[in-house]
């Protein structure tokens, strides 16, 4: 009588699991009360059983022992968890551009609370919905499916080390928090910046005019147009983004292994 699932199976399970819900709930979009626990459990166990069947994964446990067996699920839950961290910060860049942007419009005090980030601006959680929008719409997401099965075949399962340098090169790419945030932030901070100067200059060759009156609500009115009418450059910004992701991704999962 054949086995249903065998002692293999169950390791092979473990193993894509633990790295597949390390990865995935490193990823804010499913870090968030948007997705109910049952669906991402159901989802991560989908995906686990699909790439398992598709990939034809294949591992030896005739020398397994629960020490060894703890070991590789360590392993793949601290690669799972650097891999979703890379997401995390260009998410980050767009919630830093526009926390930027918000206190160049003087609206940094209305906030709000996300579960993801704490206490952020309206903008910013606008602008974590947009890259939302441009992951799912671009059809990013597939990509990142794809770079996802492609790590089970550049990093074996029983692989009993990784890569010494993988912290090391996940810390150097956080600097695209900064870098990305101040590329999609400075046409709307430059134009804030310059109504900022005007005022400043009227306030002081017409003392007379209080425009503190009228400051606030002309920043505010110039930054909601100028985010209208230059929501194409978050746009560009974004597709730049997943672009790096795609290959920050790639170079992680085929040098990491080595």
Do not use: C
């Amino acid at each position: 009588m054949t086995a249903l699932v065998t002692p293999q199976d169950a390791v092979l399970l473990v193993l894509v699991f633990s790295r597949l819900i390390a990865m995935l709930m490193a990823f804010p979009f499913l870090n968030t009360t948007m997705v109910p626990t049952n669906i991402k459990i159901f989802l991560i166990l989908s995906l686990a059983f699909f790439l398992i069947k598709n990939l034809h994964l294949q591992i030896d446990i005739g020398h397994f022992s629960l020490y060894w067996l703890f070991l590789l699920i360590v392993k793949e839950l601290i690669l799972g968890f650097a891999m979703g961290l890379l997401i995390n910060f260009f998410i980050s860049a767009f919630s830093y551009a526009a926390e930027i942007v918000s206190y160049f419009m003087g609206i940094t005090v209305v906030n709000i609370f996300d579960p993801t980030y704490g206490q952020v601006s309206v903008l910013s959680k606008f602008f974590i919905m947009l890259f939302y929008a441009i992951f799912f719409v671009s059809g990013a997401y597939e990509y990142f499916l794809k770079l996802i099965a492609m790590s089970f075949v550049h990093i074996p399962l029983d692989l009993p080390s990784l890569d010494q340098g993988i912290w090391r090169y996940v810390i150097e790419q956080s600097v695209v928090i900064f870098s990305y945030a101040f590329k999609l932030a400075f046409p709307f901070a430059l134009i804030l910046y310059l109504i900022n100067l005007a005022l400043a200059l009227i306030n002081r060759l017409i003392p007379q005019i209080n425009v503190f009156i009228v400051g606030l609500p002309l920043q505010i009115f110039v930054g909601i147009a100028s985010l209208a009418f230059g929501i194409s450059v978050a746009i560009y910004v974004g597709v730049s983004l997943l672009q790096e992701i795609s290959y920050n991704y790639g170079y992680l999962i085929k040098h990491v292994g080595h």
